[in-house]
């Protein structure tokens, strides 16, 4: 199939960017990934640039690939990151339009490569269960109600890809907080620091300049782990019920 | 106190200003238009122009209407605030824009607040304004009760079609504004469960139909009926 | 030649660790605030290390080419993780997994070790679930256990088809703790392109900043490496794409030493490659084999028409297929090991019973599982009397779903065949690797002060892991023997000043790592990284894979020295060093790969036996099973690197609690 590729390219942070279009022969077995390798390929052969991007694993848990296939964080395929998306998703003559997460807290590296450190320093202020190596009693000393323990593990499948703030138009981070804050409130271990934690993460993800999230519910159908909003409106009481419930 | 403030700068805490203040004025609008729909009764006005005067007279009234004018300048204020600092949170816009991720209304709550907002402020000039500090609405006698005929300008102002159309245009804004709003609101407020927001949402949908569409008929028929 | 010390605590196996552990040299709270350790990588190995040695007060440097140590391959981990807890009351115990890891490895492991990786494995389930690892767990709300592959009992502790993500994620956060109390100091976007010595000792290493391309020193007083496998030497292979051997293969080029590097093992169940623009192939959870039955057509005309596309798996009657891991080992069947099963499948490809366009993939079918639990779920209903097929099949599919749901769907996206309709195609593929750099019971190899944990390391599955046991090892390593092991060497620095970076050895190291970097950039050839990797990848697949031979050894690893050759004079690496260039970061990690294909090669020509993941054609049986030689080759190989010829050091491997038996599942 022949495709015509829109490609964001930007040196580095300081300068301005732009669209390029590429044309590019793909089969449609190949994953969206690997029509960019074959562009790539092509691009060095010819002394280019080649467009970068990241991805690691390629099998969809990682959560390093991150692009904007025509508007869409991820592409069109829902529950999918980019990595796992594959070309018969796409029709012979297609124009892609390709583009980096756009949020103010994601600053871009080089063309389709962001800075998305802003979510480990969220993690950093809180999301985590406050238990050295060694101090911990046996697994099965606290019973978890198995439905407990299956909305937590919904939450705690995010990937931290960051397609929650990009399909944003708010360039907010709740998806993101709330599915951390939720995985560890809701299991008996995390429930101990859950108000400290839960005020600290919202603080930290404020500083960090993300949005403020109008419900728009966009992050929850581009999340690739198909993330509920219902985290949030968790996150939302935990942190009220922090603010007005606590001595601080 | 400094924790009030941080709260109410925190992003969670102006979202729950604005959800607060957001189904307040959802109340509001259901006794407002209660009120409103007695401009429908045959009875040139009559009911409608005490309703007004109570309205604007007894001290309890009053006193709750300084609420309404806070709640609406805090929710269209923070509201402006919100979306201007969300626009500078989100830097640069995608080149291709999608519809296939959100709503229409979702998505444009700020616009469609400011059309409200210019909305309410024609509609506020045209009758409160001119009820309360000017002379222009000639007082009636019921039964030796003297009393604006605020129905006599509402018939004067829906006799012109550029009047129709922008309440028109006002409820249709309102409309797409609740329809995202209403649920948004208990979603803000943490109000989400399995069980109960299908009917929260089914509700709001409901009512983002029906109140706006009966505000929008009284100035219809009042035009036909002219 | 040397015969390496493995510093094995005397003792009986129980006791070994415990022991040792007791009578272990400590470092007192106040000198460890001033001892400085560098941790590279920051997978379940490096997290959790680096989390526990600044719990315990150290002050920690680490390191990860990644954006975030999030991003570790250790989260693709699909299955579960080992520990023997006997929460089921089936038999289990430490020895059982001891020995269970012991023979799975095929006798080439240490005892010691092994025994300490089973004692830790209950420990840190115990700690994943104190950090909040949502594991899974029965209506009672305990924890939910299943089976894997060449054990009897049920020890697999799992988190849906996502245990190493959870693990990872759980570890990550005790990390993100110790950053945020800043007893970890985190350098995102590193690669360690180099290890520094100062007399003789690990104290620190060159750094490539990925963002701006600086080469930074960084000081320590010791050095651990965590950096996992080396299986992209392949190119395809389960690996994630930025996996690599760099950091482990400088520290062999310093003077550590590579161990039974020819122990790598492939994977039955991968999704098979479909083209020459493939990147990397994907893992089909070990657990499908509980219920898939794999088979090949009988004749070969019928897997040339499905080849030709001319026929489907369905068009072929049950008469005419041959479910040949069931008619070569009927007792264990479809679970046989995973070295056996990759064998066999090639075997059955060779022969030319493959069955994708490539000829090099063979069908795990599910239809019987469906039907199976389609009737039961019937009869369990109560409508197993007038039930329609397609019912049954219905029914089953629920079933199926709801255990292998997710593996189903990842399948359906990759291929864009319906797993639940056609049987999934499958086909070996380079998954893990037990060879590694060699360490002894400290985790320390022979350069003092450089310790090296998990995949990264060669130490507890011998020549073959089994499943569920990767992520055990990785944070056993990291949780709960680093962080004593590591007082061995460190109570003896409590009087070493902070390390200087102004030394003779950081400056020799940055130059000459700006030097070999700038060769890269200057050679401005006319091939790509990419393209050199490939071919690589396939000497490698074709000489060094799933079966091997003295012949295409030799010839394999002439075969690289000449692509190195080629590499060197005609790779073209666009941009500069100084800024962020994935090109150039590849071509280092490729011409390391380079230099590791042929040790291994060379490993795999040295070792005349067939053991686990390493089959040499010539040392079978009759049957064509694997032909072990204990007298000769129950050693480990380590290699120390030299440019002309590599120099074989061994440590010889004495069992004296088990007994070598030859393995049979038939």
């Not at chain 1, 300068?15 to 077995?29: D, K, L, M």
């Not at chain 2, 045959?42 to 806070?70: H, Q, R, W």
């Not at chain 3, 060094?544 to 012949?551: H, I, T």
């Not at chain 3, 590791?596 to 036996?609: I, K, P, Q, T, W």
Request: charged share 20%; aromatic share 10%; hydrophobic share 40%.
């Amino acid at each position: 199939m022949q495709l015509k590729l829109k490609v964001w390219r930007q040196k580095n942070a300081k300068t301005n960017g732009e669209f390029q279009t590429y044309s590019v022969t793909a089969s449609e077995h190949m994953s969206f990934l690997e029509m960019l390798d074959v562009l790539n390929e092509e691009l060095i052969s010819k002394k280019e640039d080649p467009i970068a991007f990241e991805h690691d694993c390629r099998e969809g848990i990682c959560g390093t690939c991150n692009l904007v296939i025509d508007g869409r964080p991820h592409g069109p395929m829902q529950g999918t990151t980019t990595c796992q998306l594959h070309m018969r998703s796409f029709k012979d003559g297609d124009t892609i339009v390709i583009e980096p997460w756009r949020a103010e807290a994601f600053p871009i590296i080089k063309d389709l490569v962001v800075d998305r450190s802003a979510f480990d320093r969220i993690i950093q202020s809180g999301g985590y269960i406050s238990v050295n190596t060694g101090q911990a009693m046996d697994g099965n000393a606290i019973p978890v109600e198995k439905d407990l323990a299956i909305k937590a593990f919904d939450a705690a499948t995010c990937i931290g890809c960051g397609a929650c703030v990009a399909a944003c138009p708010n360039g907010s981070a709740m998806l993101f907080t709330a599915a951390k804050v939720s995985h560890l409130g809701l299991l008996p271990q995390g429930k101990v620091e859950h108000t400290k934690r839960t005020r600290s993460m919202v603080d930290q993800m404020d500083k960090e300049g993300f949005g403020n999230c109008s419900n728009v519910g966009a992050c929850e159908v581009e999340c690739p782990k198909e993330i509920s909003i219902e985290n949030i409106a968790r996150m939302n009481r935990s942190y009220v019920a922090a603010v007005f419930g606590s001595d601080e | 106190m400094q924790w009030i403030l941080n709260f109410l700068t925190s992003s969670i805490g102006k979202k729950f200003v604005m959800s607060f203040t957001g189904l307040f004025l959802i109340s509001f609008l259901i006794i407002h238009l209660i009120g409103n729909l007695q401009l429908l009764y045959s009875d040139g006005g009559e009911a409608f122009n005490k309703y007004a005067y109570f309205m604007t007279s007894n001290p309890l009234i009053k006193t709750v209407s300084i609420g309404l004018y806070t709640g609406i300048l805090l929710h269209a204020f923070l509201g402006l605030a919100i979306y201007f600092k969300n626009k500078k949170s989100k830097g640069k816009k995608y080149a291709v824009s999608t519809s296939a991720n959100a709503s229409f209304a979702a998505k444009q709550m700020a616009l469609l607040g400011t059309l409200i907002l210019a909305f309410i402020l024609i509609h506020m000039g045209d009758f409160w304004f001119k009820m309360k500090f000017t002379d222009q609405i000639i007082p009636v006698d019921y039964d030796g009760m003297q009393v604006k005929d605020l129905y006599a300008q509402v018939s004067t102002t829906f006799s012109k079609p550029f009047f129709v159309g922008i309440y028109i245009l006002g409820m249709i804004a309102l409309a797409f504004h609740l329809w995202h709003g209403f649920q948004s609101a208990f979603q803000t407020l943490g109000l989400n469960h399995k069980k109960y927001t299908p009917i929260i949402q089914g509700l709001g949908k409901i009512f983002s139909i029906l109140v706006p569409a009966a505000f929008a008929l009284i100035p219809i028929l009042m035009y036909l009926n002219r | 030649m040397t015969t390496l010390d493995a510093k094995i605590p005397k003792g009986t196996l129980e006791d070994k660790w415990v022991n040792y552990r007791s009578k272990m040299n400590l470092v007192a709270p106040n000198n460890k605030r001033r001892i400085e350790i560098i941790v590279v990588g920051t997978g379940l190995a490096g997290a959790s290390a680096a989390a526990t040695l600044g719990e315990l007060g150290y002050k920690v440097k680490a390191f990860t080419f990644h954006d975030s140590p999030r991003r570790a391959h250790s989260i693709a981990a699909q299955g579960g993780i080992n520990a023997a807890k006997n929460y089921q009351n089936d038999g289990d115990s430490i020895y059982r997994l001891f020995y269970d890891t012991i023979k799975g490895g095929d006798y080439r492991s240490r005892e010691a070790n092994v025994h300490r990786l089973a004692e830790a494995s209950v420990s840190i389930i115990d700690q994943a679930v104190a950090q909040g690892v949502p594991f899974a767990r029965e209506y009672g709300g305990l924890l939910a256990n299943r089976s894997f592959g060449g054990v009897q009992v049920s020890r697999t502790f799992y988190a849906r088809g996502q245990t190493g993500q959870q693990l990872l994620l759980g570890a990550y956060s005790s990390l993100s703790r110790q950053i945020s109390t800043g007893s970890v100091t985190m350098y995102n976007r590193h690669e360690m392109v180099d290890l520094v010595k100062v007399d003789g000792k690990a104290r620190g290493i060159i750094a490539r900043n990925l963002l701006t391309g600086e080469l930074e020193r960084h000081a320590a007083h010791c050095v651990v490496l965590a950096t996992g496998g080396y299986g992209n030497v392949f190119y395809l292979s389960t690996n994630a794409m930025g996996s690599n051997v760099t950091a482990a293969w400088k520290s062999v080029k310093r003077g550590a030493l590579m161990a039974n590097p020819c122990f790598t093992q492939i994977h039955p169940t991968c999704i098979p490659v479909s083209g020459d623009y493939q990147s990397k192939l994907t893992l089909m959870s070990e657990s499908l084999r509980n219920d898939g039955r794999v088979w090949v057509p009988k004749k070969k005309e019928d897997s040339i028409a499905i080849r030709e596309g001319k026929k489907t798996a369905l068009d072929i009657k049950e008469e005419d297929r041959d479910y040949y891991l069931e008619r070569r080992y009927p007792a264990f069947g479809n679970l046989v090991p995973r070295d056996v099963a990759s064998r066999a499948a090639k075997v059955e490809c060779d022969k030319g019973h493959g069955v994708s366009p490539t000829g090099l993939a063979v069908f795990l079918d599910f239809s019987s599982a469906i039907e199976r639990y389609g009737k039961a779920e019937a009869y369990s209903m109560g409508i197993s009397d007038s039930i329609s097929a397609a019912k049954i099949t219905e029914l089953g599919k629920k079933v199926v779903e709801a255990k292998y749901g997710n593996l189903f769907q990842m399948y359906d996206k990759i291929t864009g065949e319906d797993p639940y309709v056609f049987p999934m195609k499958i086909y070996p593929a380079v998954h893990y690797t037990m060879g590694g750099v060699w360490v002894d019971y400290n985790l320390e190899t022979n350069v003092p002060g450089l310790f090296v944990l998990g995949e990264a390391n060669f130490s507890d599955h011998g020549a073959n892991r089994l499943g569920a046991s990767a992520l055990m090892q990785g944070l056993a390593d990291g949780y709960f023997v680093i962080p004593y092991t590591i007082g061995q060497f460190l109570s003896n620095e409590i009087r070493t000043p902070s390390i200087t970076t102004d030394s003779e050895a950081f400056a020799e190291a940055e130059s000459s790592t700006r030097d070999k970097i700038k060769r890269l950039i200057d050679i401005k050839g006319n091939q790509s990284v990419e393209s050199f990797h490939r071919r690589l990848g396939k000497i490698m697949w074709e000489y060094c894979g799933m079966s091997r031979n003295a012949d295409g050894l030799k010839k394999g690893r002439s075969m690289i020295r000449a692509l190195r050759e080629e590499f060197y004079k005609d790779v073209f690496v666009p941009g500069t060093a100084e800024e962020f260039n994935p090109e150039l970061e590849k071509a280092i990690r490729v011409a390391d790969f380079l230099e590791l294909g042929e040790v291994m090669m060379l490993d795999a020509l040295n070792r005349n036996e067939s053991c686990g993941g390493h089959f040499r054609e010539e040392y079978a049986t009759a049957e064509g099973e694997a032909l072990r030689r204990d007298e000769e080759y129950a050693y480990v190989a380590a290699w120390e690197w030299d440019e002309t010829e590599p120099i074989l050091h061994k440590e010889d491997l004495t069992f004296e609690n088990v007994e070598l038996k030859t393995r049979s599942y038939k």
